[in-house]
């Protein structure tokens, strides 16, 4: 697949760079590490990301999915964003159980000095996006099979990817206060991400709501 940036795109360094170091990688130390399974018949992996499976080939990085009527919108196939962070956990991450606890973006390593950033980009956004509209919110939220859960006006749970899961909640603005949101993590993501990493993951999740809203 070819990806479409500028060549100075402050994405393309870095995708390069992660998709030289998955193609020299060994798949079988990589699923090992990763827990991601890989078939050494059809040289690819199978990894779950936002409802949908996809096929990840090595070394070529080429991706496939498993069609879905409902869902209709595949990050990993399309964004270099989510084609980065994934290559990235490939490459580095490793396979981490949660406690069952859920943490805020400030309480990650890191999280209190990015955590401006992270307010702008995703919980400003998903609370615009989505605290007026929240018929349009559950819609999505059903169509990768999320968890309803009863926190805030509404509030839902999903499998970002295999292991690692998120709690998105959202409150309903008025004519004195504005919508709000939460974005909460469970607490295996900061062992194979970083904090920079999470912000990437709630920017995708929310890019993948509204195309599927």
Same mark, same amino acid.
């Given at each position: 697949?070819?990806?479409?940036?500028?060549? *100075?795109?402050?994405?393309?360094?870095?995708?390069?760079?992660?998709?030289?170091?998955? +193609?020299?990688? *060994?798949?079988?130390?990589?699923? +090992?590490?990763?827990?991601?399974?890989?078939?050494?018949?059809?040289?690819?992996?199978?990894?779950?990301?936002?409802?949908?499976?996809?096929?990840?080939?090595?070394?070529?990085?080429?991706?496939?999915?498993?069609?879905?009527?409902?869902?209709?919108?595949y990050p990993?196939?399309?964004?270099?964003?989510?084609?980065?962070?994934?290559?990235?956990?490939?490459?580095?991450?490793?396979?981490?159980?949660?406690?069952?606890?859920?943490?805020?973006?400030?309480?990650?390593?890191?999280?209190?000095?990015?955590l401006k950033?992270?307010?702008?980009?995703?919980?400003?956004?998903?609370?615009?996006?989505?605290?007026?509209? +929240?018929?349009?919110?559950?819609?999505?939220?059903?169509?990768?099979?999320?968890?309803?859960?009863?926190?805030?006006?509404?509030?839902?749970?999903f499998e970002?990817?295999?292991?690692?899961?998120?709690?998105?909640?959202?409150?309903?603005?008025?004519?004195?206060?504005?919508?709000?949101? +939460?974005?909460?993590?469970?607490?295996?993501?900061?062992?194979?991400?970083?904090?920079? *990493?999470?912000?990437?993951?709630?920017?995708?999740?929310?890019?993948?709501?509204?195309?599927?809203?």
């Open positions: 697949m070819e990806l479409h940036y500028e060549k *100075d795109s402050k994405e393309r360094i870095p995708y390069e760079h992660y998709l030289e170091l998955y +193609q020299k990688g *060994d798949p079988k130390e990589i699923s +090992q590490r990763t827990g991601i399974p890989y078939d050494p018949e059809k040289q690819m992996f199978t990894l779950h990301l936002m409802g949908v499976t996809y096929f990840v080939k090595h070394p070529e990085y080429e991706v496939t999915h498993v069609q879905e009527d409902r869902i209709g919108y990993l196939e399309t964004a270099v964003n989510a084609r980065i962070l994934v290559l990235r956990y490939l490459v580095e991450g490793h396979a981490a159980l949660s406690t069952g606890k859920f943490i805020t973006y400030r309480e990650a390593p890191w999280g209190s000095v990015y950033q992270f307010t702008g980009r995703c919980i400003m956004r998903l609370a615009y996006g989505f605290g007026n509209k +929240q018929e349009l919110f559950k819609n999505a939220m059903e169509k990768i099979g999320a968890t309803a859960l009863s926190h805030g006006d509404i509030s839902y749970e970002f990817l295999d292991g690692y899961r998120l709690q998105m909640i959202l409150w309903e603005g008025d004519d004195e206060f504005p919508p709000s949101s +939460q974005i909460l993590f469970s607490d295996n993501f900061p062992i194979a991400f970083q904090a920079e *990493d999470m912000a990437v993951v709630g920017d995708i999740s929310i890019s993948m709501i509204k195309a599927l809203a």
